[in-house]
């Protein structure tokens, strides 16, 4: 699996008390990330992109969105209500996924080694292909 985020880039992301506060819900004099909970959110949310990428390059944007993911992470086992007052966190979240879904939709996967691609595609994108000497 590929962390495609780190400690440093959610602390320049958001702000440290708030990642502090995230990280420490048992606490509230806490004064310093617990990183073991920072780093679950973080792998999680790099676990879930590769769901999403089966093995597909991953776009520019990748970072941002994985930071996006674990935020929504560190807020979501607290969370309350129903959701007709969604936080900008929830929000982010639901944009980073969407973003993903539709950038790995848009990068054939790798081929394993099989001569025939193992998804249908569209007539452009096999014309491309096909002219570019691929198959």
Known sequence: MTLYASIADMTDRYRFEE????TNLDSSSATAIDSSVLNIAITDASSEMDTILQGRT???SAV????SIA???????SSKGDGSDRPRWA???DN????????????????????LPDRVFAVRTATRE??????
């Open 71 to 77: 935020r929504y992470r560190l807020y979501y086992d």
């Open 96 to 115: 980073a996924i969407s973003s993903l879904k539709i950038y790995a939709e848009s990068v054939p996967k790798p081929q394993s080694g099989s001569l």
């Open 130 to 135: 096909i002219d570019a000497g691929l198959y």
């Open 19 to 22: 990642m502090v506060e995230r």
């Open 91 to 93: 929000i982010d979240y």
């Open 58 to 60: 991953p776009p520019t």
């Open 64 to 67: 941002s969105m994985c930071c």
